[in-house]
């Protein structure tokens, strides 16, 4: 059974930091990749940030490059969302998601219906 759960989410002020966790289990994780969304009160989910398990290469919404890093942890199967200099527009509920790497393509990463499986969601509330 393939669980994805996230946490550390919580309240901070803007321009503070926040690192959310992804735990995933049940995956051959080496076939994955591993993304970040979020969904804030009346927009569409999306695309944050995402990794490819196998290498480690990653991709970044244009909104959040330079003040967000994502990254892995093999031995503990955890995904991690490095989150500084945190703007009120970041608020949202924040997703982690894991998508078979064969079923992407070109840098489709940003599709969230291409991934098979979501976490519940961890709320990131930044005060200004």
């Known amino acids: 059974q393939v669980q994805v759960v996230e946490s550390g989410g919580g309240l901070v002020q803007a321009g503070g930091s926040l690192t959310l966790s992804c735990a995933a289990s049940?995956?051959?994780?080496?076939?994955?990749?591993m993304g970040w969304f979020r969904q804030a009160p009346g927009k569409e989910r999306e695309f944050v940030a995402g990794?490819?398990?196998?290498?480690?290469?990653?991709l970044y919404a244009d909104s959040v490059k330079g003040r967000f890093t994502i990254s892995r942890d093999n031995a503990k199967n955890t995904v991690f969302l490095q989150m500084n200099n945190l703007k009120p527009e970041d608020m949202a509920v924040y997703y982690c998601?894991?998508?078979?790497?064969?079923?992407?393509?070109?840098?489709?990463?940003?599709?969230?219906?291409?991934?098979?499986?979501w976490g519940q969601g961890t709320q990131v509330t930044v005060s200004s």
């Open positions: 998601a894991a998508g078979l790497e064969s079923g992407f393509y070109g840098s489709s990463w940003y599709r969230a219906p291409l991934y098979n499986y």
């Open positions: 990794i490819r398990w196998r290498g480690g290469t990653t």
């Open positions: 049940g995956l051959t994780f080496i076939r994955y990749v």
